[in-house]
T-cell receptor, first 111, second 112 residues
Framework: EAGVTQSPTHLIKTRGQQATLRCSPISGHTSVYWYQQALGLGLQFLLWYDEGEERNRGNFPPRFSGRQFPNYSSELNVNALELEDSALYLC??????????FGPGTRLTVT | GQQLNQSPQSMFIQEGEDVSMNCTSSSIFNTWLWYKQDPGEGPVLLIALYKAGELTSNGRLTAQFGITRKDSFLNISASIPSDVGIYFCAGQRHSGNTPLVFGKGTRLSVIA
């Protein structure tokens, strides 16, 4: 069974640009979660989508947004990039609400 | 955002030694999970705990859900070099639309 996949692996942007990150969940999983992992820090919850709807949102500004498509894949958009947005962005999927399975992440670097 | 208190922050141990790490919170959690993250990869789920007092093993790993529901620990027995990585605890406070809260991780180094 294929795990959670994310693309791209690495992304380099400049300040003020927009970044789009993509995630495909494990087949059959309807929930997708996005986390930010800045260097040396733990995982900070960003967004949770289930059945195409946003279920919960972490303490991040509105320039962090996303969506979930009918096939349950998801996109995270970060507008007006700032230097401190540089981090590993992790996507996880789950069937139940608790056991989340993570993808390998997208390393976003903002210069 | 809110995080769990995870300790120790880092550990250096000899191969073959046992390891113990824990997570605590001032709040009650309904579920505890333990993940391991290797460099450049996403966290991998090791153990999930759903009931206070529950003790669950996965190979050389054993985790317990504290009886007060405010803590959990993870033990690794007879450590080997591939145990190197960052171990995260995570908890869910309520059932329903509440996200997982993560600890800051314990970085484990194993000296052969």
């Amino acid at each position: 069974e294929a795990g959670v996949t994310q693309s791209p692996t690495h992304l380099i942007k400049t300040r003020g640009q927009q970044a789009t990150l993509r995630c495909s969940p494990i087949s059959g999983h309807t929930s997708v979660y996005w986390y930010q992992q800045a260097l040396g820090l733990g995982l900070q919850f960003l967004l949770w989508y289930d059945e195409g709807e946003e279920r919960n949102r972490g303490n991040f500004p509105p320039r962090f947004s996303g969506r979930q498509f009918p096939n349950y894949s998801s996109e995270l958009n970060v507008n007006a990039l700032e230097l401190e947005d540089s981090a590993l962005y992790l996507c996880a999927s789950s069937l139940a609400e608790v056991e989340q399975y993570f993808g390998p992440g997208t390393r976003l670097t903002v210069t | 955002g809110q995080q769990l208190n995870q300790s120790p922050q880092s550990m250096f141990i000899q191969e073959g030694e046992d390891v113990s790490m824990n997570c605590t919170s001032s709040s009650i959690f309904n579920t505890w999970l333990w993940y391991k993250q290797d460099p450049g990869e996403g966290p991998v789920l090791l153990i999930a705990l759903y009931k206070a007092g529950e003790l669950t093993s996965n190979g050389r790993l054993t985790a317990q859900f504290g009886i007060t529901r405010k803590d959990s620990f993870l033990n690794i027995s007879a450590s080997i070099p591939s145990d190197v990585g960052i171990y995260f605890c995570a908890g869910q406070r309520h059932s329903g639309n509440t996200p997982l809260v993560f600890g800051k991780g314990t970085r484990l180094s194993v000296i052969a």
